[in-house]
């Protein structure tokens, strides 16, 4: 593996019964909720590279947009034991398929959730602000309006219980 120092991630969503929807994942091994991650790839764009995670990790496919929506930061413990400061770039990618069968199907368990279930439900904390800001209607990250705060508020709560 070479040096990298950071991932691609694919944030997928869509307009639902309860309004925007994500399609949260769980990790292979501690079964935690999050969204489509992985390496950046040779050759491939970045935001390319997270469509092709969304697809492999979540079984979906749409239309992914070229600027990322947000950015967030933690640390990675790789195989060989070591760990590493990784930086993810996060793009929206507004799902038009959902497959009954894809390639780390029997690796994961997918879920579409509201925004509010995903902030309690997303298992890297870094990655909530990012939820929290994402503007369905711009397909981008946006500034905490007075209708973010509520969630905001939120976030600092349980981060302040995961630090104590």
């Known amino acids: 593996m070479t040096n990298r120092t950071y991932q691609v991630a694919a944030l997928p969503w869509r307009i639902g019964d309860r309004g925007v929807e994500f399609l949260l994942v769980t990790t292979r091994t501690t079964k935690r909720w999050v969204i489509p991650k992985g390496w950046t790839m040779d050759g491939k764009a970045d935001h390319e590279a997270a469509a092709i995670e969304a697809y492999e990790e979540a079984g979906v496919n749409g239309t992914m947009n070229a600027t990322t929506v947000g950015t967030y930061s933690y640390v990675k413990i790789l195989r060989n034991g070591t760990t590493r ?14 497959l009954d069968d894809w390639p780390e199907r029997a690796e994961r368990d997918r879920q579409w959730v509201s925004k509010q279930q995903a902030v309690e439900m997303i298992g890297e904390a870094e990655l909530l602000p990012v939820i929290v800001a994402f503007d369905e ?5 946006v500034a905490a309006s007075n209708a973010h705060e509520g969630m905001i508020a939120r976030i600092k709560k349980w981060w302040r219980k995961l630090l104590a």
């Open 85 to 98: 400061f990784l930086r993810v770039n996060v793009y929206a990618l507004q799902v038009k398929d959902v």
């Open 137 to 141: 209607s711009t397909h981008v990250a």
